[in-house]
């Protein structure tokens, strides 16, 4: 009765294209970014900067840097979506935590971690996100930190036994 | 009943279709690999006349591309042994903007390699001025495609790969290779 549902926040949903289809005849590794992109423009649109947001306060989002795991193969025509998990937020940056679930089964497919810039397009350079869009990335931070930290975040790459 | 045709697919890359490269023992290997020079195409900008993120990805993918024609990983490697890499992850630093027909030079450099993965790290920088404009490291593993599980790369694969290794030991290690993604708060 008392069971909170937690419901994933979805930032973005359709089918692999035949576009982004490789000579293995998988979805080709930089079109999950690709995808993971979109999602990251329905955060945008999400926290005030879409277009009109954008035009209105002279910023974007620039991406840092971008961590993808490969978990599964997807093939051309699935049906994808994408949950987004905030992990942090400060005055200027935000991480995000993207997940590729197959549609049917939710089954996860990858990953994506990214760190974002807030950027005065004036500049271009770094500035702290308006205060609207700041109360809004406060409040998906504030609902999304019962979540778990997904197990693919703030990881590295290496060869195990290589570890630094 | 008609002969399977090969699979249709949308995404090709620069080389496909091209067969690898005859190995040379003896030949020097460059440390780091300078296989690939594409300039910033229309199709890779995005509304602010920068290069999309996905599109460093494509372009890193390329290289790795040319990279494997240089081991004798081809469509033939792939048809007849059944056998490819696959991606397992990737990590891209962003540092400077793309810009529509900027020049572009990759360098490929061989971080560690096992009997099968390995770990790449690729730098792309201005073809001119020679900024650094984003970094790419990948963790690949050889498979056996029917499987769809990872198998030890053939004898003859692997010499080669670890020739590499040698050749790239003495480079520096990428102040980028082996980061994780975070928030660091000045204390």
Same mark, same amino acid.
């Given at each position: 009765?008392?069971?909170?549902?937690?419901?994933?926040?979805?930032?973005?949903?359709?089918?692999?294209? !035949?576009?982004?289809?490789?000579?293995?005849?998988?979805?080709?590794?930089?079109?999950?970014?690709?995808?993971?992109?979109?999602?990251?423009?329905?955060?945008?649109?999400?926290?005030?900067?879409?277009?009109?947001?954008?035009?209105?306060?002279? %910023?974007?989002?620039?991406?840092?840097?971008?961590?993808?795991?490969?978990?599964?193969?997807?093939?051309?025509?699935?049906?994808?979506?994408? %949950?987004?998990?905030?992990?942090?937020?400060?005055?200027?940056? @935000? %991480?995000?935590?993207?997940?590729?679930?197959?549609?049917?089964?939710? @089954?996860?497919?990858?990953?994506?971690?990214?760190?974002?810039?807030?950027?005065?397009?004036?500049?271009?350079?770094?500035? !702290?996100?308006? !205060?609207?869009?700041?109360?809004? @990335?406060?409040?998906?931070?504030?609902?999304?930190?019962?979540? !778990?930290?997904?197990?693919?975040?703030?990881?590295?790459?290496?060869?195990?036994?290589?570890?630094? | 009943?008609?002969?399977?045709?090969?699979?249709?697919?949308?995404?090709?890359?620069? =080389?496909?279709?091209?067969?690898?490269?005859?190995? /040379?023992?003896?030949?020097?290997?460059?440390?780091?690999?300078?296989?690939?020079?594409?300039?910033?195409?229309? /199709?890779?900008?995005?509304?602010?006349?920068?290069?999309?993120?996905?599109?460093?990805?494509?372009?890193?993918? /390329?290289?790795?591309?040319?990279?494997?024609?240089?081991?004798?990983?081809?469509?033939?490697?792939? /048809?007849?042994?059944?056998?490819?890499?696959?991606?397992?992850?990737?990590?891209?630093?962003?540092?400077?903007? &793309?810009? =529509? $027909?900027?020049?572009?030079?990759?360098?490929?450099?061989?971080?560690? &390699?096992?009997?099968?993965?390995?770990?790449?790290?690729?730098?792309?920088?201005?073809?001119?001025?020679?900024?650094?404009?984003?970094? $790419?490291?990948?963790?690949?593993?050889?498979?056996?495609?029917?499987? $769809?599980?990872?198998?030890?790369?053939?004898?003859?694969?692997?010499?080669?790969?670890?020739?590499? =290794?040698?050749?790239?030991?003495?480079?520096?290690?990428?102040?980028?290779? $082996?980061?994780?993604?975070?928030?660091?708060?000045?204390?």
């Amino acid at each position: 009765m008392t069971e909170q549902r937690v419901e994933p926040l979805v930032t973005w949903r359709g089918k692999v294209a !035949p576009e982004w289809v490789d000579y293995n005849g998988h979805l080709r590794d930089a079109y999950y970014l690709l995808v993971f992109s979109f999602a990251t423009d329905g955060v945008m649109d999400l926290i005030g900067l879409d277009a009109p947001g954008r035009a209105a306060t002279g %910023h974007t989002l620039y991406t840092l840097e971008t961590h993808l795991n490969y978990l599964q193969e997807v093939k051309e025509a699935v049906a994808i979506v994408v %949950h987004t998990q905030v992990l942090g937020v400060d005055t200027k940056r @935000l %991480h995000l935590f993207h997940t590729l679930v197959r549609q049917a089964d939710g @089954l996860g497919l990858a990953t994506n971690e990214q760190m974002l810039c807030n950027i005065d397009t004036a500049g271009p350079r770094s500035a !702290p996100f308006a !205060p609207a869009v700041a109360d809004r @990335l406060a409040s998906l931070v504030e609902a999304h930190r019962p979540w !778990p930290r997904p197990a693919q975040a703030g990881c590295s790459i290496a060869l195990p036994g290589t570890r630094a | 009943m008609s002969e399977p045709k090969p699979q249709a697919h949308g995404v090709r890359t620069p =080389l496909e279709g091209t067969p690898a490269k005859l190995w /040379d023992p003896q030949a020097p290997i460059e440390a780091p690999l300078c296989l690939h020079r594409p300039a910033v195409l229309a /199709d890779w900008v995005d509304y602010n006349g920068h290069m999309s993120e996905s599109c460093f990805l494509l372009v890193f993918g /390329d290289s790795s591309d040319a990279f494997f024609r240089l081991i004798g990983i081809d469509e033939r490697y792939r /048809d007849v042994g059944g056998h490819s890499f696959y991606t397992v992850q990737t990590l891209i630093h962003h540092i400077r903007e &793309a810009a =529509l $027909g900027d020049p572009l030079r990759l360098t490929l450099q061989l971080l560690d &390699a096992d009997d099968r993965r390995m770990h790449l790290f690729h730098a792309m920088f201005h073809g001119e001025t020679g900024a650094l404009l984003a970094t $790419g490291e990948q963790m690949l593993t050889h498979v056996d495609m029917a499987l $769809g599980r990872s198998c030890p790369m053939p004898a003859e694969l692997h010499a080669k790969v670890q020739a590499i =290794l040698a050749a790239h030991a003495l480079l520096p290690r990428p102040t980028q290779a $082996g980061a994780s993604i975070g928030i660091r708060r000045r204390t």
